[in-house]
């Protein structure tokens, strides 16, 4: 048997309370730091459990064989580039697709119940009641119907939006009309009211919200971005916001995190700014859903479902 390998670059305290749930969770490995295997040992790895890596650690182990990540998104380790032949798993917890439709209806409702011009208001002393828009009258638009995409829309459909998304392939989902391609994409956005990225970010999906898709959403539209900052340009965003076509953006991930003191979305009048908190790894979901992806290879040698680096998702 392999040994395993944990290979992250988050503060040391956090590694370690990764390394012993990981370690309790798969009593029946050894799992272990880089620094603790010599070189003849690093051969014997075959598996590596990842969180933020550095990818040039990886290149360390001559036959590793798959890496499992703690996270979903992977666009980091994607862009880097994988050891050749050395297959990557992201994590697919529906526990955290769970947290992120709560997440997507928690912003959903903040703007559909005018919370920001509320807020605005109190600062102003105003008593304004502004018009309700009923969820039925609400068109939400979801880009990106893969596992956050999907719970967030099973959600939402609790609560009666009309529902739209956008995906690469075609896809049935009750209730909720399916776009796909370019004309497709253009077809929706002049359909939505509130539009939410659940897009992982790949060199198709870099700024594909632009001065160009972003003016193709209706007078007064939002946004909300769950995903990757990379997703929208954020210069087109706020010019967008500044002469009155966009109403507000929740935005909870940047191109770079921490989101930058100096960035003008910090305290932009129409902007929520979240630090990257929609959808956390829940440790011991995640913990047990490696221990069992591992347990499952060890026994049948067979992979959980990997990343397609061609595609970069
Ligand atoms: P997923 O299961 O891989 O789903 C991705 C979806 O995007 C699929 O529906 C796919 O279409 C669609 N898509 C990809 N490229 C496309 C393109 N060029 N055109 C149209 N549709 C495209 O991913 P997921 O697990 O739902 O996660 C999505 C992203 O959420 C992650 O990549 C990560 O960036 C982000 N995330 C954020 C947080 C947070 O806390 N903020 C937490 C976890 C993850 P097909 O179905 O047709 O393939």
Redesign the pocket.
């Known amino acids: 048997m392999g040994k395993i390998v944990f290979v992250s670059q988050l503060p040391t305290t956090e590694q370690q309370q990764w390394l012993e749930l990981l370690q309790q969770t798969l009593s029946s490995e050894s799992i272990y730091f880089p620094h603790q295997l010599t070189a003849s040992q690093c051969a014997e790895v075959d598996i590596a459990i990842v969180a933020n890596p550095d990818p040039k650690v990886l290149r360390s182990f001559p036959n590793l064989v798959w890496i499992h990540s703690l ?5 980091n380790l994607v862009k880097t580039g994988l050891p050749d032949g050395v297959q990557l798993v ?1 994590l ?1 917890d529906p526990e ?2 769970q947290i ?1 439709a709560e997440s997507v209806l928690t912003w959903t409702l903040y703007l559909q119940r005018n919370m920001p011009s509320y807020q605005r208001q109190q600062q102003q002393r105003e008593w304004r009641q502004l018009t309700n828009v009923n969820s039925k009258q609400m068109r939400v638009s979801v ?8 719970a967030s829309l099973s959600l939402l459909g609790k609560l009666n939006y009309t529902l739209s998304c ?4 075609p ?1 049935t989902i009750d209730k909720v009309t399916n776009y ?1 391609g370019k004309d497709g994409l253009t077809a929706m956005l002049a359909k939505t009211d509130i539009l939410i990225s ?5 060199p ?2 870099k700024h ?1 919200l632009n001065s160009e898709t972003l003016s193709l959403l209706p007078q007064d539209a939002s946004i909300i971005n ?3 900052g990379g997703i929208i340009d954020h210069d087109a965003l706020l010019k967008l916001l500044d002469n009155q076509h966009l109403n507000h953006a929740v935005l ?2 940047f191109d770079i995190e921490p989101l930058p003191a100096r960035s003008p979305l910090w305290h932009h009048p129409k902007t929520t700014v979240l630090p ?5 790894t829940n440790h011991c979901t995640a913990a047990k859903i490696v221990a069992d992806n591992i347990g499952n290879y060890r026994k049948n040698e067979i992979l959980p479902p990997t990343v397609n680096l061609n ?3």
């Open positions: 996270w979903a998104g992977v666009e992201r697919i955290l697709a992120m880009l990106g119907a893969g596992e956050l995409g999907l956008w995906t690469r392939s896809k796909t659940l897009l992982p970010l790949t198709e999906t594909l769950f995903s990757r909870d991930v990257h908190i929609s959808a956390p595609k970069g998702y």
